[in-house]
Every structure is written in C-alpha cells, then in structure tokens.
C-alpha cells in the first residue's frame, strides 16, 4: 500500500499533462501512487498520459464530461494512500514537494494536513516573478479560518497534502460548487483542527491565459465565486457556536459595542460580514440578519441588548447593496491600482526633492 496518493483529475491539459506527470513520477520521495483520471477531454490529454509508462501511473479516462469534483471523487476511490494530494496536472511539482509534507505529517500527528507556498509559471513554463501570498505562513487555525472568511486565500490547494481520514470524516469536495469547493473542506477541516502553512516554495502553479483555468479572473468564474461564496459562508454560521469561538476567529467582535453571548453570536457575524462590503459577503449578513429578525424573541432580545431594531435591518439593506456589475467593479480595482502606483511614485519624488 502506497504511503501518498496523488490525485488528479484533468481536462485539456495536452501541452502541460506530460510536464506534470514526470514532475510527480521524478519525486525524492517514492513511495505513491498517481491517478490521473481524464475528464472527456476533447483535445489529446488522454493520448498524452496513455503514452507515460510507470508503474506508479493508474489513468482512466470518463465517457463524458463529469466535472472535476466528481473526477477527483473517482481517483479517490481509486486510492489506497494514507496520505492524499490534490494535483492540477498544468502545475509542477518540485522535487521535494512529496518528502517534504510526509516528513511534517509523520512528525506532527496533530495535524490534520499541511499546505505550503507557490510561484506562478506561464504557458511556456517560464517564472512569472509572482507567487501565491504568504500571509498565512506559521498562522493557527483560526487566524487561516479569518483570512479565508475575508477572502485573503491563504491556502494554495494543489501544494498541500491531507490525511485520508480527513477526507473519510468529513466528505470530499462537493460536486455542487466550481470555484469554491476546495475552499468549503478546507474551512470545514480548520473548524476541526490544524492545518499549517510552510513558507516552502513547492510548486510552480501555472496561470493559464486562456482563462480556462478555474480561478482565473473571469467575468464567469467571479460572477459564480460571488454566489458560491454566499452559500459557503454558511459554513461559518454554522461552526461557530460560541462566542469564545467567534473571539478567537474574529478578535473585532469586542470592539463593534454590541453585547457579546451566545445569543448574539449570529448577530455579530452578520455584521462582520455586511461589513466587509463584499456581494456575497453583503447578502449573507443581511440574509442571516433577515432570519434572526424572523424570530420574534430574537427581535426582542436584539432591540432590548444590541438597540438593533427593523428600522437598522432597512437602513443597512439600503447601504449595502448585494449586486455587482464585474465589469466596472473590475475596472475600479485596475483604476486602484494604477492611483496606488502614482502615490507611491510621487512620495518617492517628493523624498528625492527633500533630499537634494
């Protein structure tokens, strides 16, 4: 039985699978399995991985086009691994991406897996100078859990390794979501114990300019990430239970000058996420807001110890609109950028006057 499985479904990867593969298959570390399982790809993906001998390589190819959850859900199946790897056969593995993370799960069995860091390539392989952030290097569980609620995406999903019996416990990446599936186990796994980030640079993660890849920044995939989002921040309402809980994720919460216990804990995630001034963000505080105001205790109790009435719902869903048209929100982030770059070349010319 192999000690890691890696897992990796794949669809219309014919210049980048072969990369890929030979990326894992040349590991310093070698006790896995590969399961490569082609999702009805239309190009030559198939033809490509059919002409890889290993015997480390399991391949099986779909009869249609089922989605990459489900795909992975089949090379899960597959597996025999105790620890499991999600693999996006357009990336490139460093050579001690595997020993690396078996080394930190052996030594930590607290953990209920481990991620690490990312540079970006380009189609011709080539280092762009970019990498996925750091920010959640050497953070707990529930500093990952803020950060992810935020959408400052600490974790890189394809450089990590998870254990099985994770997986086995709480379920695989729902077939349901595209964009955020891997985002909605994670923050479900953190809820449950620790999943650290090494500040190794493991994998070379390829933005694919086509706009094929599922996190590019496209009009399609934001406006599906804007309604997913919504759906899986309900993970959070869910989770969090307790106001010590909700301190612990959220240290704000002491100073919004609300009454803070466990019959306020909703309300005060609500308005961290109206706050936060995201679309998703926005409508699922007001929709968790709308159904705390449905109870007619709550209500009272609301208006009674946080001077939260109707009155405040109305006005808040009059300040906070939940709809977006990317194109423009689009355009100011670009137009935000540019006035930040212009500030920061006029201090440094300001700087140079001063100094002459």
Not at 67 to 83: N, P, Q
Not at 133 to 144: E, K, N, P, S, Y
Not at 267 to 283: D, E, G, M, V
Request: with cysteine; glycine share 6%.
């Amino acid at each position: 039985m192999p000690k890691v499985s890696v897992l990796s479904p794949t669809y219309n990867h014919e210049a980048y699978v072969r990369e890929a593969i030979n990326s894992v298959l040349s590991q310093t570390f070698a006790d896995f399995e590969l399961i490569v399982g082609d999702d009805c790809s239309p190009d030559g993906t198939a033809d490509q991985v059919r002409q890889l001998s290993d015997p480390r390589l399991t391949f099986f190819a779909n009869e249609r086009n089922e989605g990459a959850s489900a795909t992975w859900k089949k090379c899960f199946l597959r597996s025999k691994g105790e620890y499991l790897c999600w693999f996006a056969t357009d990336d490139v593995y460093e050579p001690h991406f595997l020993s690396t993370f078996v080394k930190y799960l052996d030594e930590h069995r607290e953990a209920l897996g481990v991620f690490a860091l990312s540079r970006y390539i380009d189609a011709e392989s080539k280092l762009t100078g970019e990498s996925w952030t750091d920010i959640g290097v050497g953070q707990d569980r529930f500093a990952l859990l803020r950060q992810l609620f935020l959408l400052q995406h600490p974790i890189c999903a394809p450089v990590g390794m998870i254990r099985r019996s994770v997986f086995e416990r709480l379920g695989d990446f729902p077939p349901y979501l595209r964009q955020a599936n891997d985002m909605l186990f994670f923050i479900k796994a953190l809820f449950q114990g620790e999943m650290p980030i090494l500040g190794d640079y493991l994998l070379k993660y390829r933005w694919n300019p086509s706009g094929e890849n599922v996190s590019a920044r496209t009009e399609a995939n934001d406006s599906r990430l804007d309604y997913e989002l919504f759906e899986l921040l309900h993970a959070y309402s869910e989770s969090i239970t307790s106001p010590e809980l909700l301190k612990q994720i959220f240290p704000e919460v002491e100073d919004q000058g609300w009454v803070l216990n466990a019959n306020t804990v909703k309300f005060h995630l609500a308005q961290l996420a109206i706050r936060f001034n995201y679309p998703s963000h926005r409508l699922f505080g007001l929709h968790l807001l709308y159904q705390l105001l449905q109870d007619t205790d709550t209500a009272n109790y609301l208006r009674e110890a946080c001077n939260f009435s109707f009155a405040d719902f109305f006005k808040l869903s009059g300040e906070y609109p939940v709809l977006v048209n990317h194109a423009l929100y689009g355009e100011v982030l670009y137009l935000r950028g540019q006035v930040g770059e212009l500030r920061a070349k006029l201090e440094a010319i300001e700087l140079q006057k001063v100094s002459l």
